[in-house]
DNA sequence: TGTTAGCACTCAAAAGAAAAGAGTGCTAAT
DNA sequence: ATTAGCACTCTTTTCTTTTGAGTGCTAACA
């Protein structure tokens, strides 16, 4: 308990238990509950005194001269903090919940997402994993008709992409046999980053006639495997509605739209994911946060990783008021999920 | 105007203006308002005796003794069904927006709901068409490794499908081109609907020794084809927020909840597809509309035809007091964009 | 006979006033 | 250092009053 200077242990006591408080009522909390609620016992005049003091160092909030305290920002992230610390693991019965449909990526994530919101009451985000460090395991191109060959891309993980290419030329099975058989003896086993200029002028000259269609085919490999905008699966938006602080004030109205437009919500991943720190749990109280729709939420994140430096986002986005201790317990159990689900489908 | 035989001319004169200036404001229109909205020139006190006479055949309906009058749901329904007469046909600039990223059929309906959410601002939805009766063009199964096969399936139209089977037996090249051949020897050109039990046994009889795979395959592609859940993609759903007849009451949580849940829409897809009268625009107003979270709202719905009657739906959900004409119209322009669309495509 | 002016009446919504209640800060006693 | 006590503050709730839009009805009018 010893992680803050600034307050003694019966100050970080009352802090502790007025937020606690407030994450179950939701309502200011006065000295008198306080003094009823916690072990040490102290009359509402001590406490009061004492919360007079939290005050003044700014890790609780007067929403008006005659009301309880609610907790600020400074006082949730030292919360916050403190739980970190005690770093919790403990497996839950999501496994079954999760493998049961595990079938395409796009399947799991859009589960993971809704078991997250299930579990938790909050408004839940997944984001697909980043495929630059992928390898390719081998193309199939397919000739649809005269001028279209339909490229079937499968990587490691069995994830498979596909992309329909129009061709100039005319095409003909040897064409094809030929283009399928260039692509796939350079290609597998390497990642979309490896895949740099100088190979592309190399597959164009051996393909002579055909470096054309081979230019247009990498190019739609490549757009395909990294589209412009990140996937991101989300599920329980409607949560919000659940806590009056955010109904209320329209702040609702904006989360759900960001939800719905997916957008912003790429602001989150991309920030989750510069952090060094990866791996690990974030969360963004308040103002912290990179959308400035959710100024008035708490956004928790989470990395999970597929092998190879693939990475992806988990978030959470609820009241400040937020079940830290839950949200936390329960990204991590699902974090790890996910790392085993992928690691064993490769 | 001679379409209904209760009312006479004055009084479907007086209800239209009922009807139109409380879609503006959605407010309860008085007889002062009407008698100065309308050109027919009439005193208030004269309008007041027609509303009352309105009132009593169930076409308006005061909200409390001393307010103004809304339209009935029986008000609206005759107000649609004169608009419906007059049918309009425009095209707008929508067609550019539309070509823009048409590139595969997700997207494209996506982007159709993003338009028509954006041009209308109400809530909207596209259903991908059901695949029943468009037929196969060829199927690619690449082996993955010894027990896994890929298996893409491209249609009419080019819309592609993947699916991963996997199997008992140990794949080789051979197999493999075998499996292949017998596939696209027989398939090609059938529909789902064509592919019956007969048929089935007479490739797995052929096939000999590799008859399980077959199955195995076939199954896999009658599922991915014909998914349990029907697709629906939706745009817009933060607009119900616009409308305060709805916010208020709730009810807009609820709609914003059927549109993530995504499962109550299709009840709104089935039953328009079950109606005789496809490739027109339906209405539902109030009870009339089959999910029962939109009890407070209007739904307008549209059919797009792909060749070989694989069709899907596009809708639109918002207060009752929807601007119906503008919505119609906009509606029918995009239905026919989709049908070109898809038609040039294929 | 259909239309209109006028007026009393109704009722929801807005504004205002009063009461209740929760919680604080400060002082004085322990 | 802790606490009981009390005056004070400010929100919330409740009740009352006022306002105003809109009606229905009657009587006058063309």
Known sequence: MELNHELDDRKLKILQAVIKNYLETGEPVGSRTI??????????????????????????????????????????????????????????????QMLEKADKMDKILKQAAKVLAVNTNYATMVSA????????????????????????????????????????????????????????TSLPGMSIEEINLGMIAALKEQAGAQAEIIG??????????????????????????????????????EIINAFEEKQML???????????????????IGNETPVQSMKDC???????????????????????RMDYEHVMKTLKTLMTELDEIFHKEE
């Open 35 to 96: 003094s009823k609620y916690t072990d040490l016992n102290l009359s509402s005049a001590t406490i009061r005194n004492e919360m007079a003091d939290l005050e003044d160092l700014g890790y609780i909030i007067q929403p008006h001269t005659s009301a309880g305290r609610i907790p600020s920002d400074k006082g949730y992230r030292l919360y916050v903090d403190m739980l970190m610390a005690e770093k919790e693991q403990e497996v839950i019965e999501m496994r079954e």
């Open 129 to 184: 994993p980043n495929m630059n460090r992928n390898k390719l395991k081998f193309i199939q191109l397919s000739q649809v008709d005269e001028h279209q060959i339909i490229a079937v891309i499968v990587m490691e993980g069995n994830i498979i992409k596909n992309k329909i290419v129009t061709v100039e030329e005319t095409l003909n099975n040897e064409i094809m046999l030929k283009l399928n058989m260039l692509l796939n």
């Open 216 to 253: 247009d085919v990498l190019n739609a490999i490549g757009s395909t495997i990294q589209p412009e905008d990140l996937e991101i699966y989300t599920s329980g938006a409607t949560n919000v509605f659940k806590y009056p602080e955010l109904s209320d004030n329209h702040s609702a109205q």
């Open 266 to 284: 790429q602001e989150i991943v991309t920030q989750t994911l510069s952090k060094d720190d990866n791996h690990g749990i974030q969360v963004y």
């Open 298 to 320: 708490s956004v928790v994140t989470a990395t999970y990783e597929l092998g190879e430096g693939m990475q992806g986002t988990i978030g959470i986005i609820g009241p400040k």
